[in-house]
C-alpha cells in the first residue's frame, strides 16, 4: 500500500469509527423513545414522532451555522498545507468567537423560532407537545453544540482525524449513557421519562466541548505560543473577515437548501400520520448510516485536497481525489447487502411497536438503493470543501432542492389526480412516503450530476490555472 493509501486510512478510519456513533445515538434516542410505556395520551409513534420533530427543530437552526465546520476545515487545511500555524490558530479563534455569538442569537430567539416553526409542520398536538418539551431543554446545549462545529472543522484541517473522533467519541458516548440513565432510570430512580432523552444531549455537548478544549489546549499549545490581542483583531480584520463571510455567503445558501430538503422530510411525513411519520424516522436513521462511513473517506477528501491545494501540489491533488473516490465506493455494494438482509432486524432495534415495524417494512427497499445513489455525492462534498470551492457546491445544493420539490409537487399531484382513495386513507399514506422517497434520491442524484461536471473548473482550474 502506497503512502497516499496509508494517509487517507489514517484519517478516514479515525472518522468512520466516530460517525458509527452518530448514527448509533440517534437510534438509542429513538429506541428509549419507543420502548417507554405507551398511555391513553401518547403512544410510542407519538414518542418517536416528538423526537423526530424537536429534532427537526434542530437541525432547522443548526444547518444555517453548518459554515463553522465546512468553511474552517477548509481554510485550516490550505493554511497547514502552506506551513502558516498562525493562521491555523487565528481561523479556530475566529470561528469559536462566532459560534459563540450564534449561540446567543439561538437562545434568544427560541420561542418566536418554535412560533414560526409550527406555522410550517402539520403534527398531532401530542406530537407537537412533545417536540416543544424536547427543544426547550436541549436548546441550552447551542455554545457547545456551535462550537464542536468549530473544533471538529479545525482538527480536521490539522490533518488529525484522531482527536476529532475522539471528541465525537466522548459526546456520543455521554449522550447514549446519559440519555438512558436520565430516561430510563437507574436502581431505585425511576428516571425522568421523556425529556431524560433531551437532558442527556445537553449533557454530551458540553462533555465534547470540555474534551474538545482540553485536547486543543495540551497537544497544540505551540501553535497558539505568543497569540496575542493583535492576532485576535487580524482573525477579524476587514480582509480576513471579508474572505471568510464571502464563501460562507455560499455555504449559507447550501445550507437552506439542505434545510429545505431535510426539513420538508419530516414535515411531510407528519402531514400523513403518526405512524408514517415514525416510520420515516426510522428509514432516515437507518439511511445516514451509510452516509457516516462515506463521510469518513469525504473527511480524508477534503483534509488532504486542502493541504495539497496548499502546497500548491496539483499531481497530489488529482491522486488524493482519485483514491479516495476508489475507497469510498469501494463499500457501496457491502452496504447494499447490509440493508437488503439486515433492514428489519436494525428497525426492531429502534422500536418494538408492531404497528411501527409493519409499516418500516414497506419501505426497506429503499434504503438498499442509498449506497448507491449517495455515495458520490457525499464524497464530492468533502473535495469541495477541501478546496473551498464553495460556489459549486451552493449550485449543486441549489439544484439538489430543485429536484426534491420538483418530484415531489409532481408525484403527490400525479397520485391526487389518479388515486381514488381519500388522502387519509393507510394505502394513499404509504403511497404519498413512496414519492417522497423518490424525491429524496431525485436530490442525491442532482448533486452528483452537478459536482462531477464542474469539478475540473470549480477545483482544478481555479487553483492551478492551466
Known amino acids: ?37 405507551g398511555s391513553e395520551l401518547f403512544t410510542a409513534a407519538a414518542f418517536i414522532g416528538g423526537i423526530s420533530i424537536g429534532s427537526m427543530l434542530f437541525d432547522l437552526l443548526y444547518w444555517n451555522f453548518a459554515f463553522l465546520r465546512v468553511g474552517t476545515g477548509g481554510l485550516t487545511a490550505q493554511a497547514f498545507g502552506r506551513g502558516d500555524r498562525r493562521e491555523c490558530a487565528r481561523i479556530l ?26 406555522l410550517l409542520v402539520d ?81 454530551a455537548q458540553y462533555s465534547g466541548l470540555l474534551y474538545a478544549m482540553m485536547k486543543t489546549t495540551f497537544r497544540y499549545g505551540d501553535v497558539f505560543e505568543g497569540f496575542s490581542r493583535e492576532d485576535l483583531r487580524k482573525s477579524f480584520a476587514g480582509s480576513e473577515i471579508r474572505g471568510f463571510m464571502s464563501m460562507n455567503n455560499d455555504i449559507f445558501i447550501r445550507s437552506l437548501c439542505f434545510t429545505a430538503i431535510y426539513i420538508s422530510i419530516p414535515a411531510i411525513a407528519a402531514h400523513y400520520g403518526d405512524l408514517m411519520l415514525a416510520a420515516n424516522t426510522i428509514l432516515m436513521k437507518l439511511l445516514m448510516i451509510f452516509s457516516f462511513f462515506t463521510d469518513g473517506f469525504a473527511y480524508a477528501g477534503e483534509a488532504l485536497t486542502g493541504r495539497f491545494i496548499g ?10 481525489v482519485k483514491y479516495v473516490f476508489s475507497w469510498s465506493m469501494s463499500i457501496v455494494l457491502g452496504f447494499m447487502a447490509v440493508y437488503w438482509f439486515g433492514g428489519m432486524p436494525m428497525v426492531r432495534l429502534m422500536t418494538s411497536d408492531q404497528a411501527v415495524m409493519d409499516a418500516c417494512r414497506k419501505f426497506i427497499p429503499w434504503l438498499v438503493l442509498m449506497p448507491l445513489t449517495g455515495c458520490a455525492a457525499f464524497t464530492w462534498d468533502g473535495i469541495y470543501l477541501g478546496a473551498t470551492a464553495s460556489k459549486g457546491i451552493r449550485d449543486a445544493m441549489i439544484w439538489a432542492a430543485a429536484a426534491f420539490l420538483g418530484c415531489w409537487f409532481a408525484g403527490i399531484g400525479i397520485l391526487r389526480a389518479v ?10 399514506q404509504v ?15 442532482a448533486r452528483t450530476i452537478v459536482l462531477t461536471l464542474r469539478y475540473r473548473h470549480d477545483v482544478l482550474y481555479r487553483h492551478f490555472p492551466i
Open 431 to 445: 403511497q404519498a412516503i413512496h414519492i417522497l422517497m423518490v424525491a429524496y434520491f431525485a436530490h442525491l442524484l
Open 419 to 428: 388515486s381514488p382513495l381519500p388522502q387519509d386513507t393507510p394505502t394513499f
Open 1 to 37: 500500500m502506497n503512502a497516499l493509501n496509508k494517509e487517507i486510512l489514517r484519517l478516514a478510519i479515525p472518522s468512520i469509527l466516530a460517525n458509527i456513533t452518530v448514527p448509533i445515538v440517534g437510534m438509542v434516542d429513538i429506541a428509549v423513545a419507543g420502548h417507554l410505556h
Open 93 to 118: 479563534m475566529r470561528a469559536v468567537l462566532l459560534a459563540l455569538g450564534c449561540a446567543a442569537l439561538i437562545l434568544l430567539i427560541q420561542w418566536p423560532f418554535t412560533k414560526l416553526a409550527f
Open 123 to 203: 403534527s398531532s398536538s401530542e406530537v407537537r407537545g412533545l417536540a416543544l418539551k424536547y427543544f426547550f431543554i436541549r436548546v441550552w446545549a447551542a455554545p457547545a453544540t456551535l462550537g464542536l462545529m468549530a473544533f471538529r472543522g479545525w482538527f480536521i484541517g490539522m490533518q488529525d482525524s484522531f482527536s476529532s473522533m475522539m471528541t465525537d467519541l466522548v459526546v456520543n458516548g455521554v449522550n447514549i449513557a446519559a440519555s438512558i440513565v436520565l430516561t430510563l432510570g437507574i436502581g431505585r430512580w425511576s428516571g425522568l421519562g421523556f425529556p431524560g432523552i433531551a437532558l442527556g444531549t445537553v449533557v
Open 311 to 320: 502546497e500548491r501540489n496539483l499531481g497530489m491533488t488529482r491522486k488524493s
